[in-house]
T-cell receptor
Framework: GAVVSQHPSWVICKSGTSVKIECRSLDFQATTMFWYRQFPKQSLMLMATSNEGSKATYEQGVEKDKFLINHASLTLSTLTVTSAHPEDSSFYIC?????????????FGDGTRLSIL | SQQGEEDPQALSIQEGENATMNCSYKTSINNLQWYRQNSGRGLVHLILIRSNEREKHSGRLRVTLDTSKKSSSLLITASRAADTASYFCATKALAGSARQLTFGSGTQLTVLP
């Protein structure tokens, strides 16, 4: 079964709306979670690293005021797309590594398809 | 930014045939991982190969790693229609962020029944 749950799976909303996406680790604690963005037929682009109890680390070119990340507990990270516009429409995916060892795979949520009208 | 490239970008084969996908990367790595993504879904981990390993098997999957050439290959034997998906390699760098992965461009595999 899924070890990382992402919600919602699909959002359609009007331009200017803020949208919150949740990423939960179901049976393990995740001090670190990752948020990716994926355009159609393209690869995953890392947006930011979410760190429990501290500020997120954003990749170059990603606006931190636009994509707010909160990692308030060891099992939950949220990504809020503020004042979303059509160009923010994309597939957003979170992931979390289980355990502290470097040679561990990451577990991915099922993604959130965001469509801004 | 993307670590490297995968080829082919798209691959179409008949059920029962083998599928080979290649991945190249640019920097020194701790490990390389292969993931599968069905359309509109998240990624599923397939196999992880450490930098000191050269080959690894898991069921119908065989992964090779050549660190001197900075390349890896994923072989799926006796393919099935259900193997149709996008396949991504991802590398964990030797230095830098402890857990961050960098993904390749992906190969879209279509297995025809």
């Amino acid at each position: 079964g899924a070890v990382v749950s992402q919600h919602p799976s699909w959002v359609i909303c009007k331009s200017g709306t803020s949208v919150k996406i949740e990423c939960r680790s179901l049976d393990f604690q995740a001090t670190t979670m990752f948020w990716y963005r994926q355009f159609p037929k393209q690869s995953l682009m890392l947006m930011a690293t979410s760190n429990e109890g501290s500020k997120a680390t954003y990749e170059q070119g990603v606006e931190k005021d636009k994509f707010l990340i909160n990692h308030a507990s060891l099992t939950l990270s949220t990504l809020t797309v503020t004042s979303a516009h059509p160009e923010d429409s994309s597939f957003y995916i979170c992931s979390a590594p289980r355990g502290g060892a470097s040679n561990q795979p990451q577990h991915f949520g099922d993604g959130t398809r965001l469509s801004i009208l | 930014s993307q670590q490297g490239e995968e080829d082919p970008q798209a691959l179409s084969i008949q059920e029962g045939e083998n599928a080979t996908m290649n991945c190249s990367y640019k920097t020194s790595i701790n490990n390389l991982q292969w993931y599968r993504q069905n359309s509109g879904r998240g990624l599923v981990h397939l196999i992880l190969i450490r930098s000191n390993e050269r080959e690894k098997h898991s069921g119908r999957l065989r992964v090779t790693l050549d660190t001197s050439k900075k390349s890896s290959s994923l072989l799926i034997t006796a393919s099935r229609a259900a193997d149709t998906a996008s396949y991504f390699c991802a590398t964990k760098a030797l230095a830098g962020s402890a857990r961050q992965l960098t993904f390749g461009s992906g190969t879209q595999l279509t297995v025809l029944p």
